[in-house]
């Protein structure tokens, strides 16, 4: 084992918009870090000055001098420079004891990434020192990775809700029978409640308060009392501009995420109906597999089982079914590899 990376340099890499994961071949997921860049600039010139986990902690916090960036929006590389730093960063860390070869790597993409997206994302991850870069749809990668049957002749749904995007995907032998993937996850999420408290409190809150009042009381269903539990969220007064705290309830971030969960919600719906029956009549046999970060936000499969009517399983490691997936597709090449695409 000692000598394991000297034979065996394949890597799975899922390159989300909130988090970076990277699967060794063989040895499952070693890295799960924040997908955050920051520099140090001066005189017009950037220097990395932190990747990942401590990178984030400087997101909203930031001096004029230091710039916090986040590479990917909406599943694709919004930020080519930053992206490539980060890939190569990341790839550096888990491979500590530097390997002989370069790595054979897969990467998930979205569903909907057009081709020059995919294109800057392989390319990425080849100027990160990549041998080779073969391309999964990220909706099957979660559905592998939620040990879902998708070889089998028989209609799985898999809905993957993920920092950028939420994808809605139907498949069968191994394919992607229907795809939808809309731009609302756990940003929108984040987004709804700073729009909340400022609409309701005049109280200004930042981005990372917000995902932690989602992360900690954050419900997609108004609690049965009609209050839930309570969390204090200090921000800004936007009348009076000093510091200001509020009581939050469940209820009230229940109202505020209303509208996205909403969207999610009718992007399984018109999934649905653009089934062909039979693979329709699996899905309401089988139900939907829930994976992604934002599918932990509280009582989301009971949301949206309500909302369709269908079972809702939560994927066993929702945050790592994706790159556990591309893992797969790395462990059984012969037999998963019409479905990763080194070409192009
Ligand atoms: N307990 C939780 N409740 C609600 N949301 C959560 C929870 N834990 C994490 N999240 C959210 O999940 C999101 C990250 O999920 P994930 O890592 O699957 O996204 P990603 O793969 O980086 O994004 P994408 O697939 O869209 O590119 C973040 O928005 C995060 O706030
Ligand atoms: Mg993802």
Same mark, same amino acid.
């Given at each position: ?54 990178? %984030? ?12 960036? !986040?590479?990917?929006?909406? *599943? ?33 993409? @979205?569903? *909907?990434?057009?081709?020059?997206? %995919? ?19 990220? @909706?099957? &990668? ?69 995902? %932690? ?13 009609? !209050? ?15 510091? %200001? ?14 509208? @996205? ?15 062909? @029956?039979?693979?329709? &009549? ?9 994976? *992604?970060?934002? &599918? ?49």
């Amino acid at each position: 084992m000692a000598f394991f990376g000297l034979f065996s340099t394949d890597i799975a890499i899922d390159l989300g918009t909130a988090n970076t994961l990277i699967y060794v071949k063989n040895k499952g997921v070693i890295l799960n870090e924040p997908s955050v860049v920051a520099y140090h600039v001066k005189d017009g010139k950037k220097q990395v000055l932190a990747v990942g986990e401590d990178a %984030k902690l400087m997101l909203g916090r930031t001096p004029g001098s230091i710039e916090a960036i !986040r590479p990917m929006r909406e *599943g694709v590389i919004a930020d080519f420079d930053s992206a490539e730093e980060m890939i190569k960063h990341f790839m550096k860390k888990a491979f500590r004891r530097s390997s002989i070869t370069k790595p054979k790597v897969i990467v998930c993409v @979205p569903h *909907g990434a057009t081709p020059v997206e %995919k294109r800057a994302i392989r390319q990425s991850v080849l100027s990160a020192g990549a041998r080779k870069c073969g391309l999964i749809a990220e @909706p099957i &990668a979660a559905a592998i990775g939620a040990g879902m049957p998708i070889t089998e002749p028989t209609g799985s749904m898999v809905v993957d809700i993920g920092g950028g995007t939420t994808e809605v995907a139907v498949l069968s032998l191994g394919d992607i029978v229907y795809a939808r993937s809309v731009r609302v996850g756990g940003d929108r999420m984040d987004d709804a409640i700073i729009n909340y408290l400022r609409r309701h409190h005049n109280l200004l809150i930042g981005e990372s308060t917000a995902e %932690k009042v989602k992360t900690t009381i954050g419900t997609a269903r108004m609690p049965d009392d009609g !209050r839930g539990a309570t969390m204090m969220v200090r921000g800004r007064d936007l009348l009076n501009g000093v510091p %200001k705290e509020v009581e939050l309830t469940q209820a009230m971030v229940a109202e505020a995420l209303a509208e @996205p969960i909403q969207q999610i919600c009718e992007a399984v719906m018109i999934a649905l109906e653009a089934t062909p @029956p039979d693979l329709a &009549a699996d899905i309401v046999d089988r139900g939907v597999m829930l994976s *992604g970060g934002g &599918a932990m936000l509280g009582e989301m499969d009971l949301a949206l089982r309500e909302q369709t009517g269908l079972m809702v399983s939560l994927a066993d490691q929702p945050m790592n079914c994706v790159a556990m997936g591309t893992g797969r597709a790395l462990e059984y090449e012969k037999q998963l590899r019409h479905v990763v695409d080194f070409e192009s």
